[in-house]
């Protein structure tokens, strides 16, 4: 029995050894990692471009002063409806020019040396109307005494010839006394305002109206003044044109197409509004991005495409909206969480979580949208997938879900 019992007590330790033994390597064997995993799914998927734009009028209208003058005070404030032909502002002819003391003794003087040459030019016409008379009446006693015989034809004519030249002296100083008399008026207006203020006699105005049936968008002017040829003084638009320019970068702007549906949120409403691009601008910019960054930007025009008028809904020009360019959209895609991708050897991978260990799987993405990826090939419908995985996952790892 001796032998049988050694054989049996060694059996026993070596069972506790291979115990202990394996009791030590589940100890130190390594923890599973924790890891983070995302459900593939089967559903609607948008491929779009999201960008940030701003509202604007497709045409507006410059109202400035057609010539220089005196502008009146403009009432019409920014947002005030106007209609075609309303009056916008009026202009008066500019004030004169206020006089130094040295003009105005000049003005004084030629006012005074005016009025003597029209009080000359009125003794001339007495003058003139006495020698005037005196030749009629010589002409009607030569008649008379012509009708009797006593003088001849040729006297007579000599006096008719006298009257007729004397009628035009007559008439000659009449004109001097008319143009005496102008001179004074307009030495008298030099005169008239000598500050460079406006008299309270009324002025002829000139009438601005307005070209459109629209709103006030800015105003330049307010109060009134002199004003130059070519002042602007009201911008207006119809706000019934309003669309939208997104600066897309130009990457995004070759994959978009005019007539493509466009999705406006950001503006203020808890309802997203449609719309459809116009234009996309042959010639790109440069802008520099918050990071400093130069970036080739397009500009894109977009239109609003449904009701209710964007107007009626108190956006006005300038505005700021988020715009979403539907580049593609179906309603059954196979998708996935775009961080759960990464590149190995040039191939685009995932781990797929497999009796609690990862492995490493190739798939063939598709199209992206932001956080989604589509998949064509690689993984099914219901896989559970690893997102943001670190160094320490590799094909094989224990892995450990995160509730």
Same mark, same amino acid.
């Given at each position: ?78 947002? *005030? ?18 006089? *130094? ?32 008379? $005196?030749?009629? +009446? ?12 006593? %003088? /001849? ?20 100083? +009449? $004109? ?51 004003? +130059? ?22 990457? *995004? +702007? ?16 808890? %309802? ?12 790109? $910019?440069?802008?520099? /991005? ?13 239109? $609003? ?25 179906? *309603? ?72």
């Amino acid at each position: 029995m001796k032998p049988l019992q050694r054989w049996i007590r060694r059996l026993a330790w070596s069972l506790l050894a291979v115990g202990l033994l394996a009791l030590l390597a589940w100890a130190l064997r390594p923890a599973p990692v924790a890891v983070s995993v995302a459900r593939v799914e089967v559903g609607p998927f948008v491929d779009s471009i999201s960008e940030e734009g701003r509202t604007r009028l497709r045409d507006t209208w410059n109202v400035s002063v057609p010539i220089a003058g005196y502008l009146q005070r403009v009432t019409l404030e920014v947002g *005030d409806p106007v209609e075609r032909g309303q009056v916008l502002f009026r202009l008066e002819p500019s004030p004169a020019p206020a006089l *130094d003391p040295r003009s105005r003794q000049q003005a004084e003087d030629i006012l005074h040396a005016a009025e003597a040459r029209l009080r000359a030019a009125e003794a001339i016409l007495e003058t003139a109307r006495a020698e005037r008379r $005196f030749t009629e +009446a010589e002409f009607e006693r030569y008649q008379t005494l012509h009708r009797r015989n006593l %003088v /001849s034809g040729t006297d007579l004519d000599q006096r008719r010839s006298q009257r007729d030249r004397q009628r035009a002296v007559e008439r000659a100083a +009449a $004109f001097g006394v008319e143009a005496a008399r102008f001179e004074v008026e307009s030495a008298r207006a030099v005169l008239a305002v000598s500050s460079g203020q406006r008299g309270d006699i009324e002025h002829p105005e000139l009438e601005v109206r307005a070209p459109i049936d629209g709103t006030v968008l800015s105003r330049y002017r307010c109060c009134e003044g002199s004003v +130059a040829a070519g002042e602007p003084v009201l911008e207006l638009g119809s706000l019934d044109t309003l669309e939208v320019q997104v600066d897309l970068l130009s990457m *995004d +702007a070759v994959r978009v197409r005019p007539g493509m549906a466009v999705r406006f949120t950001g503006w203020g409403g808890e %309802v997203p509004l449609a719309g459809r691009v116009r234009r996309i601008e042959p010639a790109g $910019f440069t802008r520099v /991005s918050a990071l400093g960054v130069d970036e080739q930007r397009v500009p894109v025009i977009v239109d $609003f495409s449904e009701a209710p008028i964007p107007a009626a809904l108190g956006l006005g020009s300038g505005f700021r909206v988020d715009a979403e360019f539907l580049v593609w959209q179906a *309603d059954e895609v196979l998708q996935l969480p775009t961080n759960a991708l990464f590149r190995t050897a040039g191939q685009w991978s995932v781990f797929r979580v497999e009796a609690q260990r990862a492995r490493r799987i190739a798939v063939t993405p598709g199209r992206r949208s932001g956080l989604v990826t589509q998949v064509l090939a690689g993984v099914e419908e219901g896989d559970h997938v690893i997102v943001h995985p670190g160094e320490r996952i590799e094909d094989g790892t224990r892995v450990e879900v995160d509730p």
